[in-house]
């Protein structure tokens, strides 16, 4: 067993053993879920995300994370339809959750680019009020003309403005939160006066992307603000988060990963005038276990053949190409030829193809990694397509997750099941006591709000009103 509040292997000996942060991450329309599985249930009903919540909050988690879609994803003309299509609204169940729970987090992606910061402000607001305390933002950006035909917007945005409107639409956002101190509301049955400040609520925003004004119709709420999350990774979105976010849904990992972006992020933020515990790095990780670890890798062997079929590892492909490979032998080799320039117009609506940027380059490197590994197209989209995963032993899971964490590659990781909705539970059952027992993550809440699980402050509000229109008249 190891010494409980010290670190120990390769980690540093010199300073208390830090507190591990979970999270579960309820997988949406991607390939990570593998919907076919006998095991996996509904991704759409309620009883779904209330299983899956109350395993995380069983298990102590510090919260729950949804994503969001706001298309239904597209290729080669058609609905996609390998993974699972269509989820229900994300404030809608967070709010239901909330009713169901009691300690866990509530975290979900909302659109900055879409939206407007009023009503996402009262949404969060709202939520926080009904889970006293429990709500998170990921604030995320979108550009691309396919998703805004939904909000008859089309491409209004263009590319390298969409974190301008983001941190403009925080900052109103936050404008609104801190408009209301806490202490307006009197109530008093006698006297027939509901506020004792007639400005409750009172604000302005004046700025390139929103001009608003008028009274916020939130109280504060618990934590005065939600939890801000930030998911991007290119160099806007690095400094966003530094500038800020409370936390980083990061993609990085591993070891060495980890650790370069754990660094390069924490230390953007001296310039915002903010010390590296004001921002958590929480990478997404998949995990498998088994009774041994020889039975978790063959189990994690059938896991990835079940998320990579043929027909998707061509479609994954088409991502990189932007032609229809629909002819190409998924066991046989890589197309010969080159993918087509410009912009995709095979795929709508996946963020994964904009990851790819230099088509040709990724295409000169998969051939590369190919022909020196004797990989087919599926064998290759397998290997490049995996992210973080802990597979073994609960010990050997538990051992992994802890060293990463000490060893500053992450402060925590936001776990991302392949079945739902009981596929965080053996996880919850044999790998979270461990981690317990050796004095690295909590067995009881300390405290009640998001803020409270995190080791994030409250923030105060603000000394004043950001700018008054005209006085509300008190009312009964």
């Not at 076919?36 to 298990?59: C, L, N, V, W, Y």
């Not at 987090?105 to 969060?124: C, D, K, M």
């Not at 950006?141 to 209004?156: K, L, P, V």
Request: avoid cysteine; proline fraction near 6%; aromatic fraction near 8%.
């Amino acid at each position: 067993m190891s010494t409980p509040n010290r670190p120990s292997g390769p980690n540093r000996p010199d300073r208390p053993r830090k507190q591990i942060h979970l999270a579960a991450h309820f997988p949406g329309v991607n390939n990570t879920t593998v919907w076919s599985d006998p095991a996996a249930g509904s991704h759409i009903e309620f009883s779904s995300f209330a299983h899956f919540a109350r395993t995380a909050e069983r298990a102590k988690f510090d919260f729950i994370f949804l994503a969001e879609g706001l298309r239904l994803r597209e290729q080669g003309g058609r609905i996609y339809d390998l993974d699972v299509v269509g989820r229900p609204d994300t404030f809608t169940v967070l709010a239901a959750l909330a009713a169901v729970t009691e300690r866990i987090g509530l975290a979900g992606t909302i659109n900055s680019t879409f939206n407007e910061p009023y009503e996402v402000a009262r949404q969060f607001a709202s939520l926080d009020h009904l889970s006293d305390g429990r709500a998170a933002w990921n604030v995320v950006t979108s550009w691309d003309a396919f998703t805004g035909e939904n909000f008859r917007r089309g491409g209004f945005l263009a590319r390298e403005d969409r974190y301008s409107r983001a941190r403009e639409f925080l900052a109103a956002a936050h404008t609104l939160f801190d408009s209301w101190t806490g202490d307006e509301i009197l109530a008093d049955r006698e006297s027939g006066a509901f506020l004792r400040d007639a400005g409750a609520g009172a604000f302005a925003h004046r700025g390139r992307h929103f001009d608003i004004a008028g009274h916020f119709d939130v109280p504060r709420s618990p934590q005065g603000r939600p939890v801000i999350f930030q998911a991007g990774d290119s160099e806007e979105g690095r400094e966003f988060a530094a500038s800020d976010a409370d936390a980083v849904f990061s993609r990085h990992g591993t070891l060495t990963a980890g650790r370069e972006f754990y660094a390069d992020v924490k230390g953007r933020l001296a310039r915002y005038g903010r010390t590296p515990d004001q921002l958590l790095i929480l990478p997404a990780a998949t995990f498998v276990l088994g009774d041994t670890d020889a039975e978790a890798v063959e189990l994690a062997h059938e896991v990835r053949l079940a998320q990579v079929s043929g027909q998707t590892a061509i479609k994954f492909l088409e991502h990189v190409w932007n032609r229809d490979l629909s002819g190409y032998d998924p066991d046989g080799p890589l197309p010969d030829i080159d993918p087509e320039p410009g912009e995709n117009t095979v795929a709508l609506g996946r963020a994964s193809v904009r990851m790819h940027r230099d088509p040709l380059t990724v295409a000169k490197e998969w051939r590369e990694l190919a022909a020196a590994r004797n990989l087919s197209i599926r064998e290759l989209v397998i290997e490049t397509t995996g992210r973080q995963t802990f597979v073994g032993s609960a010990a050997t899971v538990a051992d992994a997750i802890d060293s990463l964490v000490q060893q500053d590659a992450a402060d925590g990781f936001i776990l991302v099941p392949h079945l739902t909705p009981t596929g965080l539970d053996v996880f919850a059952d044999t790998v979270v006591p461990l981690l317990q027992e050796r004095g690295a993550f909590r067995t009881e809440y300390t405290g009640s709000t998001l803020r409270d699980h995190l080791g994030l402050r409250t923030p105060p509000p603000a000394a004043a009103p950001a700018a008054v229109a005209t006085p509300a008249p008190a009312t009964v």
